[in-house]
C-alpha cells in the first residue's frame, strides 16, 4: 500500500516537472524580452548612423578642400601669365584721372556677382592649334600702309593678343540650384579675347569681339582701358551678357565656395555657422584688398579675395613710363575658402581658408635690369 502510494507520488512528480519544462514565456516576459531588444537595437541604428554621418562630413570636407586646391592652383597658373593686374582701386573704385572704374566697362552680370581679380594677359595666336595665320598679301604702296594689314602683319609677328581675364565669385541662387550648383557660391572666369576662335582652318581677324579695345595701341594703356591718353573710349560697346544664355554665360571652375557676407543668410542656403578665424588673412604693407573689408590690409572673413601688390614701380603702363622708372612684375596673393554646406546634404562650417602667391611672369611693358 505504502509502496504503490510512493510510485504515484513520484510518477505524478516525475510528469509535473516535465511540463515545467516545456512551457513557454509568459505575456510580460515576451514583451520585457521584445522592449529591451528594441532599446538595444535602437542604440546601435544611432551608432551606425552617426557613424556614416561623420564620415559624409568629413569626406565632403576633404573633397571640398581638395577642390579648392585645385581651383587655387589653376588661377595661380593663370595669373603667373599675366602682364598687368588691377588694384580694387582700378577695379572697383573710381581710377584717378581715368573716367570710371574698370568694372564699369565689363559685362554686366547682375547682383550677387563680384568681380575679385581682373589681368591682362597674352594668349597664343590663332587660338586654337589646327588653325593657320591669316594671308595678308603683299605689302601695300600706299604710305601709311592700311590699318587691316598692319593690324594683319603684326599678328604674323608677334602670333599674340592680349585677353582680359576676370575671376568671379557669383552667389548661387535658386536658379542656379536647378542647374547644377548646390554651393552656397561659386566661381566663374570670364575672358575677353581679341577674336573668336572660329571653326575655320584660318584665323579670323576680320571682326573683333564686343567690347574688346586692344591695350598698348592707339595710346590706350592698361591702366587707362578702354581710354586712350585723350580721355577717348576705344570700347565700341560694353560686352554683352545674358545671364539665361548658356553660351554666354562664363564657365565655372569650382562650386561649394563660401560667401563672407552671405553664407549666414535665411534662404535654402542658411549654414548658421561662423568661418573659423584666421590670422593669415591680411594684406601686407603696399598690396591692395580685393574686395576691401575690414580695413585696408585686413580681411573679414574673406570666401575669395586677393591681395594685387601696387607702387608705381609695378604701374607703369607705357615703354616710356617703364623706361623711366624700374618697372617690376606683380604679384598677387590668393584666398579660397570653402563651405561643403549642400554637398551629399551635410551641413558643416566653413573650411580654413587656402593662401598662396603667385608672381606674374609677363615681360611685355617691362624694363630688364641688372639686378
Known amino acids: 500500500m505504502i509502496g504503490k502510494l510512493f510510485q504515484n507520488?513520484?510518477?505524478?512528480?516525475?510528469?509535473?516537472?516535465r511540463k515545467r519544462k516545456i512551457r513557454g514565456f509568459t505575456l510580460i516576459e515576451l514583451l520585457i524580452s521584445i522592449l529591451i531588444a528594441g532599446l538595444i537595437v535602437t542604440a546601435l541604428l544611432d551608432l551606425v548612423i552617426d557613424l556614416l554621418q561623420t564620415d559624409r562630413r568629413e569626406y565632403a570636407r576633404t573633397e571640398t578642400q581638395r577642390e579648392m586646391q585645385l581651383a587655387t592652383d589653376f588661377i595661380v597658373n593663370d595669373v603667373r601669365e599675366a602682364v598687368y593686374i588691377y588694384s580694387n582701386e582700378e577695379l572697383n573704385d573710381d581710377r584717378p584721372n581715368q573716367p570710371?572704374?574698370?568694372?564699369?566697362?565689363?559685362?554686366?552680370?547682375?547682383?550677387?556677382v563680384e568681380p575679385v581679380l581682373a589681368f591682362w594677359k597674352t594668349d597664343p595666336f590663332p587660338y586654337r592649334e589646327d588653325q593657320q595665320l591669316p594671308n595678308c598679301g603683299p605689302r601695300?604702296?600706299?604710305?601709311?600702309?592700311?590699318?587691316?594689314?598692319?593690324?594683319?602683319?603684326?599678328?604674323?609677328?608677334?602670333?599674340?593678343?592680349?585677353?582680359?581675364?576676370?575671376?568671379?565669385?557669383?552667389?548661387?541662387t535658386r536658379d542656379d540650384s536647378a542647374r547644377g550648383w548646390k554651393g552656397v557660391s561659386r566661381i566663374m572666369r570670364y575672358e575677353l579675347r581679341q577674336y573668336n576662335a572660329g571653326t575655320g582652318t584660318t584665323?579670323?581677324?576680320?571682326?573683333?569681339?564686343?567690347?574688346?579695345?586692344?591695350p598698348?595701341?592707339?595710346?590706350?594703356t592698361f591702366a587707362s582701358w578702354p581710354y586712350n591718353s585723350n580721355g577717348q573710349n576705344m570700347q565700341s560697346s560694353r560686352p554683352?551678357?545674358?545671364?539665361?544664355?548658356?553660351?554666354?554665360?562664363?564657365?565655372?571652375?569650382?562650386?561649394?565656395?563660401?560667401?563672407?557676407?552671405m553664407s549666414r543668410r535665411t534662404d535654402n542656403h542658411q549654414d548658421g555657422l561662423t568661418p573659423p578665424a584666421d590670422p593669415r588673412l591680411q594684406c601686407p604693407t603696399g598690396y591692395s584688398?580685393?574686395?576691401?573689408?575690414?580695413?585696408?590690409?585686413?580681411?573679414?572673413?574673406?570666401?575669395?579675395?586677393?591681395?594685387?601688390?601696387?607702387?608705381?614701380?609695378?604701374r607703369s603702363s607705357t615703354a616710356a613710363a617703364a623706361a623711366a622708372g624700374s618697372s617690376t612684375n606683380q604679384d598677387a596673393i590668393i584666398?579660397?575658402?570653402?563651405?561643403?554646406?549642400?554637398?551629399?546634404?551635410v551641413k558643416v562650417a566653413p573650411l580654413i581658408a587656402i593662401r598662396t602667391q603667385a608672381v606674374a611672369r609677363g615681360v611685355v611693358d617691362k624694363t630688364p635690369t641688372d639686378q
Open 203 to 214: 584665323a579670323e581677324i576680320n571682326t573683333q569681339n564686343q567690347g574688346y579695345a586692344e
Open 240 to 261: 554683352a551678357y545674358d545671364r539665361n544664355d548658356p553660351n554666354s554665360r562664363p564657365p565655372v571652375l569650382v562650386d561649394f565656395v563660401d560667401f563672407a557676407t
Open 289 to 314: 584688398a580685393i574686395p576691401p573689408q575690414g580695413n585696408p590690409s585686413n580681411f573679414d572673413n574673406p570666401s575669395f579675395a586677393a591681395c594685387v601688390s601696387s607702387g608705381t614701380t609695378a
Open 335 to 345: 584666398f579660397l575658402r570653402g563651405n561643403p554646406t549642400g554637398k551629399a546634404g
Open 9 to 17: 507520488l513520484l510518477k505524478r512528480k516525475v510528469t509535473g516537472g
Open 140 to 172: 601695300p604702296q600706299a604710305d601709311p600702309v592700311p590699318a587691316d594689314w598692319a593690324r594683319c602683319n603684326s599678328l604674323r609677328v608677334r602670333r599674340r593678343t592680349f585677353t582680359l581675364v576676370v575671376y568671379l565669385l557669383a552667389q548661387n
Open 216 to 220: 598698348l595701341a592707339n595710346n590706350v
Open 100 to 112: 570710371g572704374r574698370l568694372r564699369n566697362y565689363l559685362p554686366d552680370f547682375g547682383n550677387g
